[in-house]
C-alpha cells in the first residue's frame, strides 16, 4: 500500500462533471488499496473571474494581500466540491485550506514560498482511512496571514505536501498526457516522453513548455520527490521526473523547447567605467523587468556595446527606464530589435558529449537562419533567432537531434558517455 | 470618538457598484471621525449559486462539514473585495475571515453558535487606524473546523463583535428603512419606529418580520449591544433597538406582525393517561416538525382532544407522524384545517395595561372574523384566523391601536403605567 498525492489542475474540475470524473479516479486509485492526498486547483475561469470582480472595484493594482484573500476562496470551493463528489461515491473524504493541511509560507503576498509543513492534521485524517482533498495555492504566514504562491502554485503545493507526508509518488494531473520532447502542435512527430530528469525538466519549464512549473520542479528536485505528470482525461502512462541517476539512459538531447515575443536591446556607446553594468541592470531590476540573455562586447577605445533579450512585452518599459537612466551612464544610443525567437535544446547527456551546440549552429545554417545570440548551460544551447522560420527551425531540430524516432539521440549511447 | 460596528447584508453589497456605494458609506463614518468594524455577508446570490454548485456535484444532502467549507468562501470574497473598495477611496482597511477575526463556535456544523471571541487582530488594527471589515456568518472550532452560524449568522457576528470589542453601537444596514409598526406592503399607514425593545423586537422578528435575526436580537440584549436597523440605500434613520428601560415611553402595543401559511391539526379522542402529549410532540420535534400553538381542552369521559398550529408546509409530514404513532397514542381522528394565517400585537407596554388582548378580539369581531386559536406572553397577543381576511385584520388593528397617527397607543402614557 503506497501514498500518493494526486495534483489535479484547474481544466481538471472545470464543472461538476469534470469534478465527478476526477472523483471518480480518486476513488479507483483509492481502491486499489492506495491511501491518497489530492491537491486542487481553482475551478475552470474562477480565478480569472475574481481577477475581474476585483478590476471592477478598483481600477489600479489591487492590494495584495487582498487579493490573495479574495483568489484563495477559488481552491477553497474545488476542494469542498471535490470532497463532496467523492462522499457521492461512497468514499470516506476531508477537505482542508492550505492553512489546515499546515501549509506554512514567508511573509510575503501573491507569490510566498512555502516555508515549511506541519501535516498533522494530513496524517491523522489518512489514519482514519480518509482521502486528504488540500486546497492548493495557498498558505498561512507565522502572523496568521492567507498568502499564495504564485503561478503554478498547486503544483508547489502538491510537491511540497509529497515531501512533507514522505509520499512514494507525486502525480501531477493535466490537460495534456505528459512532457513532449517538443510542442505537438508544431511538430507531428513530436514524441511524449517516457522519463526526463528534473534539471532537464526545470530547464523546459523554464524555456516555456508550461506543463510542470519550475518551482515545483525545484521543490521536487531538493525533496527527490518522484513525478508524474499525466493526463487526467485518459489513462495513458504519463511523463516520470526523478533523479537524472535514477533513469535508464542519458540521452544526449531530451526535449527541444521555445519562447516567442522575444525582443533584444543594444546599448551603444557605454564608457568604459567600473559598475556601469551593475547600474544598468539594477535600475531594470527595480522596475521587475525580466533580462534573459546578456551580452557583453569588447571594449574599443573606452567604449563598449552591451545587449540583452527580454519578452516584447516588456520592450516598452525597458526602453522608457534606460532612457531614465542614459544622462547618468552617459551611453550614445538604444537599438531595439522584436519579432525575436528563442529556440532551445535540452539533455543532460549534453554535458559528455562536444559538438552539440555545432550541430545545433549547423542545423540552423542549414535552414539559412541567421542567429542572433546564443547562451549555454550544462544542459542546454539556447539560441534567439528571428520568429519567422521557428517552426521550420524547430522541426529541423528535432529530426537532426534524433527525437522524430527516439533512436539517434544517444550519440554513442550511454556505454561510451566517460 | 466612538467605535462602531456596521453590518451590510447581502443585497447591500449585491454587486460591484453596490460595493462600492458601501465603502463610501464607511469612509464616510470614519471620516466623522469613528472607529470601524465592518461585517460582510456574502454578494446578492453568491451563496445560493454555491448551494446550486453542490446540487451539481451531489443528489442527497451533502456533508455540513463542507458545505460550511464551501459557503464560507461567499463572504471571504465579499470582505476582500469591500476592503480594495475602501483603499480605492484611500482608506486604510484589512480584511479578516471569522477565525483571523477570533470567532470561535461550538463544534456543531451549519448553524453554529458563538462560544468566545478574541478580537485580538481586530483591536490591533483598529489600534493602527485601519477599517476592519470582518467576514460575516462563519467562525472555527477549537479542533480547527470551519464552521457557519445558520440564517441570519452575519448579523449574529456583528452583534457578537461588537459586544466583544465594545463598540458603542452596532449598525445592522439592510434593503429597508428600518423596523416598521407593520409590513407597509399591506398597511399603507405603516410607520417607522424610532425606537423598540430587544424583547419587542425579538416577538416580531419570531413573528415573521425579517428583518433583524432573532439569535441576533438574543445576543444584543444578552450583551447589552445598542442596535440601529437602517438602510443602506438611503441616510434615513433607522430604528434603535435597545433595553426597556432606556426608552422613551412605554407604548401599548408597537407593532403587527403577522405569519401566513399555517395549519392546524386536531387530534380527537386521546386517551387520558400520563405522557400522551409528551409522547406526540416528542415524536413531532424527532422529525424537526416546528409546532408553534398548543391547545389542550378538557378532558371527558377519559378522552381529551388536542390541536395544535404549524407551517403548512410541515403539515404533510406531520400527519404521517402522527399517523405513524396512533396505534401506540391510540387516539381516535385526526382533523386538519390549512389556509389560516396568525396575527400578533407587540408591546412591551401592554404587561401594565390589562384590556389589550379584549381590545384586540373586539376589533377582529368587527371584521366579522372569527378566532380560531389564541396565544398569549407578556408583550404579545397571537390570534389564528381564516387567512382570507388577513389585510383588512391588520389595517383594522393597526388604526385600533393608534399605530397610523402614533398617538393613541399610549393608553394613558407611562406616567399612569404602575
Known amino acids: 500500500m503506497s501514498l500518493l498525492v494526486m495534483k489535479f489542475g484547474g481544466s481538471s474540475v472545470g464543472d461538476a462533471e469534470r469534478m465527478k470524473r476526477v472523483a471518480k479516479r480518486i476513488a479507483d486509485r483509492k481502491r486499489e488499496g492506495h491511501r491518497c492526498v489530492v491537491v486542487v486547483s481553482a475551478m475552470g475561469d474562477t480565478t480569472d473571474e475574481l481577477i475581474d470582480l476585483s478590476k471592477q472595484i478598483i481600477d489600479g493594482t489591487p492590494s495584495?494581500?487582498?487579493?490573495?484573500?479574495?483568489?484563495?476562496?477559488?481552491?477553497?470551493?474545488?476542494a469542498a466540491l471535490l470532497s463532496m463528489a467523492l462522499h457521492r461515491l461512497g468514499e470516506?473524504?476531508?477537505?482542508?485550506?492550505?492553512?489546515?493541511?499546515?501549509?506554512?509560507?514567508?511573509?510575503?503576498?501573491?507569490?510566498?514560498?512555502?516555508?515549511?509543513?506541519?501535516?498533522?492534521?494530513?496524517?491523522?485524517?489518512?489514519?482514519?482511512?480518509?482521502?486528504?482533498?488540500?486546497?492548493?495555492?495557498?498558505g498561512l504566514t507565522e502572523e496568521g496571514e492567507i498568502t499564495t504562491?504564485?503561478?503554478g502554485g498547486s503544483d508547489t503545493t502538491?510537491?511540497?505536501?509529497?515531501?512533507a507526508v514522505q509520499a512514494d509518488l507525486c502525480e501531477i494531473y493535466t490537460d495534456v498526457d505528459g512532457v513532449y520532447s517538443t510542442d505537438p502542435r508544431i511538430v507531428q512527430a513530436a514524441r511524449k516522453l517516457k522519463e526526463i530528469s528534473y534539471d532537464e525538466m526545470l530547464e523546459l519549464a523554464h524555456l516555456g513548455a508550461a506543463v510542470l512549473h519550475p518551482r515545483a520542479v525545484e521543490y521536487a528536485k531538493q525533496y527527490q520527490v518522484k513525478l508524474i505528470v499525466r493526463s487526467s482525461f485518459t489513462n495513458n502512462e504519463g511523463t516520470c521526473v526523478k533523479e537524472e541517476a535514477a533513469m535508464e539512459q542519458g540521452i544526449v538531447v531530451r526535449g527541444i523547447a521555445f519562447d516567442k515575443h522575444i525582443s533584444r536591446i543594444t546599448i551603444l556607446g557605454v564608457p568604459e567605467k567600473p559598475g556601469q553594468l551593475a547600474a544598468i541592470?539594477?535600475?531594470?531590476?527595480?522596475?521587475?523587468?525580466?533580462?534573459?540573455?546578456?551580452?557583453?562586447?569588447?571594449?574599443?577605445?573606452?567604449?563598449?556595446?552591451?545587449?540583452?533579450?527580454?519578452?516584447?512585452?516588456?520592450?516598452?518599459?525597458?526602453?522608457?527606464?534606460?532612457?531614465?537612466?542614459q544622462p547618468d551612464i552617459g551611453f550614445q544610443d538604444l537599438r531595439t530589435k522584436s519579432e525575436l525567437v528563442k529556440v532551445s535544446i535540452v539533455g543532460s547527456g549534453m554535458i559528455s558529449f562536444p559538438g552539440v551546440a555545432?550541430?545545433?549552429?549547423?542545423?540552423?545554417?542549414?535552414?539559412?537562419?541567421?542567429?542572433?545570440?546564443?547562451?549555454t548551460s550544462e544542459i542546454k544551447v539556447s539560441c534567439v533567432i528571428e520568429g519567422d522560420k521557428l517552426h521550420d527551425v524547430v522541426r529541423a531540430?528535432?529530426?537532426?537531434?534524433?527525437?522524430?524516432?527516439?533512436?539517434?539521440a544517444f550519440v554513442g549511447g550511454p556505454s561510451e558517455r566517460r
Do not use: Y
Request: glycine share 8%; no cysteine.
Open 92 to 138: 470516506q473524504s476531508v477537505s482542508f485550506t492550505g492553512w489546515q493541511a499546515g501549509i506554512h509560507t514567508e511573509d510575503v503576498h501573491a507569490k510566498a514560498r512555502i516555508t515549511d509543513i506541519r501535516p498533522e492534521r494530513v496524517i491523522e485524517a489518512l489514519e482514519h482511512g480518509k482521502i486528504v482533498i488540500v486546497a492548493g495555492f495557498q
Open 149 to 151: 504562491l504564485g503561478r
Open 358 to 375: 555545432a550541430k545545433m549552429f549547423s542545423t540552423l545554417a542549414e535552414a539559412e537562419v541567421s542567429i542572433n545570440t546564443v547562451s
Open 281 to 325: 541592470f539594477t535600475a531594470l531590476a527595480e522596475e521587475n523587468i525580466d533580462v534573459d540573455i546578456i551580452v557583453q562586447g569588447g571594449v574599443r577605445d573606452g567604449w563598449a556595446d552591451t545587449s540583452f533579450t527580454l519578452g516584447t512585452a516588456e520592450l516598452d518599459r525597458a526602453r522608457s527606464v534606460l532612457r531614465r537612466i
Open 158 to 163: 502538491a510537491v511540497a505536501l509529497a515531501a
Open 64 to 78: 495584495a494581500r487582498e487579493m490573495d484573500m479574495l483568489l484563495t476562496t477559488g481552491e477553497q470551493v474545488s
Open 397 to 408: 531540430l528535432h529530426t537532426a537531434f534524433g527525437l522524430d524516432t527516439g533512436e539517434q
